[in-house]
């Protein structure tokens, strides 16, 4: 009898790295198959494995009051070898986690290369082999067309986007309903609606006149010069569409039509933001057709002069990028296997998270799931409670899915507590740090339950 083949593992960046690491830890072979340096994308400059292409920060390490910090501190527990080249190589940076970018991928090629379990070949994949019977995707935004197109023509042509058209996601508990309210247009209820799915922000003529006047006056984020421009019908810029015309607007995502504000009934506003929920949780909230390259810091403010919003909180910022992913909730299954061909199992941002340290936390859940299936034993999913089970949940599954047009209703999402089942009877102030003490406890008990390897 053969000895069962490697794990696959196809791009060897923040996931593909983390995903090779994870499944030789569990006593599994893994081939890594990376395209650079024979071939490089728009945004990569070397051959190392796991090149940070822009920003050398890992963000907040605060594993007590953020989930990107609490998100750093359960990879740390898990073994990761993204958070070990991270700690090691370290720079002064107040409360954020920043590395230096050459000693951190240079750290990850040299543990990965020095693995006896890892095979590292430097190669372009066009399409996964047949005979590959348990494989990877961790190609990131920059997949290569070829792949892509594979990609495309396995999933469908909608199903894998190359664009990101984001817009603001916010707290439902930071918004205002002494002024916003809930209601659908007419009523409707729709297939899956009760009549009272969206939150509506009012504005009268003056305040409208002066959100357009901030929006075309507010700082914008330029394209990279390989993106072009993505505009396509349905996905404007807010900023754009306000360029096109005063009343543009009105006439679009902010039409005032089909609604009633209970709070003033006599009076009709002039525009009306709409927010749609996002997760099945019902703490998140998208703001509709507001996908914008405001500069972040702009869409705050300017987003925050909406009626009811004044302290909105916001789980994602907007934003219109160069991006591959799939449309994850319905493609993929618990795992991340692509349910038309269960041999493809997908990491990283092509996923739809987004950031480094997503990419390699959805990377090491992909390796430990694809080892597990390689040793005959069943997956051990994370619990909801945690920073990985929550990520896990918005890409396979806690995304609500909408019809409406527009562009695509799954879209990236950093980690955030949105993402989290909520925690009933503690005070606003307390919150968030009790969602990581809860995450920890939940997922020290997840790791303590695990099948111990080690001792075999
Ligand atoms: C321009 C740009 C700037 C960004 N800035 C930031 C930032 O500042 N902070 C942040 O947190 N995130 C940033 N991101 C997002 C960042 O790319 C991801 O968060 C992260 O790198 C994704 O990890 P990944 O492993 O999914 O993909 P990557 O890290 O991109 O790894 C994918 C790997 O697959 C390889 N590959 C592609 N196709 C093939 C193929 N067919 N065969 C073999 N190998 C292949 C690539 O060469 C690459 O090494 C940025 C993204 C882009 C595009």
């Not at 605060?62 to 993204?82: P, Q, T, Y």
């Not at 061909?341 to 859940?365: D, K």
């Not at 997956?379 to 409406?404: C, F, N, R, S």
Request: aromatic share 6%.
């Amino acid at each position: 009898m053969h000895a069962p083949g490697p794990v696959h593992v196809i791009g060897g960046g923040l996931a593909g790295s983390e995903a090779a690491w994870q499944i030789a830890r569990q006593g599994v072979p893994a081939m890594l198959h990376e395209m650079r340096p024979l071939r490089s994308t728009d945004a990569h400059k070397t051959g190392s494995l796991a090149e940070l292409v822009c920003s050398n920060s890992f963000r907040s390490d605060d594993a007590e009051g953020s989930a990107i910090g609490l998100l750093h501190a359960e990879m740390r527990r898990l073994g990761s070898l993204v958070m070990q080249a991270a700690d090691a190589h370290k720079l002064p940076a107040g409360g954020a986690l920043a590395v230096d970018r050459d000693g951190f991928s240079t750290a990850i090629t040299a543990a990965l290369e020095g693995d006896p379990l890892i095979d590292i070949r430097r190669e372009e994949i066009l399409a996964p082999p047949a005979d590959w019977d348990n494989v990877i995707i961790a190609t990131g935004p920059l997949t290569s067309p070829a792949l892509a197109e594979t990609i495309r023509t396995l999933t469908g042509e909608d199903a894998l986007a190359f664009f990101d058209a984001i817009a603001p996601i916010v707290h439902r508990d930071t918004i205002d309903f002494g002024i916003a309210w809930f209601q659908s247009r007419y009523d409707k209820a729709g297939p899956a609606g009760s009549g009272a799915d969206y939150i509506n922000c009012p504005l009268t003529r003056p305040q409208y006149e002066a959100f357009v006047d901030a929006l075309l006056a507010g700082g914008k984020i330029a394209f990279r010069d390989f993106e072009a421009t993505p505009y396509f019908d349905g996905c404007l810029p807010i900023e754009v569409m306000a360029e096109r015309g005063r009343e543009t607007l009105r006439h679009g995502p902010m039409k005032p039509f089909g609604l009633t504000n209970p709070h003033q009934p006599q009076q009709k506003p002039y525009a009306v933001v709409q927010l749609r929920q996002d997760n099945k949780l019902g703490t998140l909230f998208n703001m509709v057709g507001f996908q914008t390259k405001l500069k972040h810091g702009e869409q705050v403010r300017i987003f925050r002069s909406i009626p009811g919003l004044a302290n909105a909180e916001f789980a994602r910022l907007g934003g219109l990028h160069r991006n591959t992913f799939l449309n994850s909730p319905k493609l993929l299954d618990a795992t991340l296997r692509l349910k038309a061909m269960p041999r493809l199992r997908f990491a990283g941002q092509i996923t739809g998270c987004e950031g480094y340290v997503e990419s390699a936390a959805i990377g090491l859940l992909a390796g430990r799931f694809a080892a597990a299936e390689r040793r005959a034993e069943p997956p051990h999913l994370p619990p909801t409670t945690t920073a990985h089970g929550a990520l896990l949940g918005h890409i396979t599954g806690g995304h609500v899915e909408t019809i409406d047009a527009g562009p695509r209703s799954f879209q990236p999402m950093n980690v955030n507590f949105g993402l989290f089942p909520p925690l009933a009877g503690v005070a606003r102030g307390a919150r968030k740090q009790a969602l990581c003490v809860r995450a920890l406890a939940d997922l020290d008990a997840w790791i303590g339950a695990a099948v111990p390897h080690a001792a075999e």
